[in-house]
T-cell receptor, first 117, second 118 residues
């Protein structure tokens, strides 16, 4: 079974631009959650999508948005990029929704490294 | 709001020895789950071990075990017979188990960087 695939692996953007990251979950997984990882703040939850619906959202500004398609693939969009958005963005998939992930553990992708200059 | 604290930013251990990584959390909830995740230098995060708050028995997965002290809100990870492949960043994480609760997300600690030395 193929793992969670995130594309692209690396991105360099300039301030003010927007960016779209993609996450393809493991086949059959219906939940995709997104995380931002930075040296200063560590790992922070962005949002979760389950069956094309946003279930939960972390404490991030509205510039961060996402969506999920009928095949469970998810995209995350960041508009009006700021220098502080430079981070590793991880997505994870699981069979059930995030709250049931105790029984259906999360599977993480390798991440997308976003650099904003 | 729940918080997770990992007080050891970095640790090192000799191969074959035992190391314990500490994690404390703060919550007013009774139903929750705790996890340890490992992120090797290749970056793909994987689940190491998990514990349900209602279970008093400490979880064990091969060389990995936890010491779950619910009253003290402590959830430490013990790695026995450390191997070079255990070198990684280790994250402790908390999840509220109640549906309809105010938070439905994973809250991570800042991580402990573990180096296993030959």
């Amino acid at each position: 079974k193929a793992g969670v695939t995130q594309t692209p692996r690396y991105l360099i953007k300039t301030r003010g631009q927007q960016v779209t990251l993609s996450c393809s979950p493991i086949s059959g997984h219906r939940s995709v959650s997104w995380y931002q990882q930075t040296p200063g703040q560590g790992l922070q939850f962005l949002f979760e999508y389950f069956s094309e619906t946003q279930r939960n959202k972390g404490n991030f500004p509205g510039r961060f948005s996402g969506r999920q398609f009928s095949n469970s693939r998810s995209e995350m969009n960041v508009s009006t990029l700021e220098l502080g958005d430079s981070a590793l963005y991880l997505c994870a998939s699981s069979l059930g929704d995030l709250r049931s992930s105790y029984n259906s553990p999360l599977h993480f992708g390798n991440g997308t490294r976003l650099t904003v200059t | 709001a729940q918080t997770v604290t990992q007080s050891q930013p970095e640790m090192s251990v000799q191969e074959a020895e035992t190391v314990t990584l500490s994690c404390t959390y703060d919550t007013s909830e009774n139903n929750y789950y705790l996890f340890w995740y490992k992120q090797p230098p290749s970056r793909q995060m994987i689940l190491v071990i998990r514990q349900e708050a209602y279970k008093q028995q400490n979880a064990t997965e091969n060389r990995f075990s936890v010491n779950f002290q619910k009253a003290a809100k402590s959830f430490s990870l013990k790695i026995s017979d450390s191997q070079l492949g255990d070198t990684a960043m280790y994250f402790c994480a908390f999840m509220n188990g109640d549906y309809g609760g105010s938070q439905g997300n994973l809250i991570f600690g800042k991580g402990t960087k573990l180096s296993v030395k030959p």
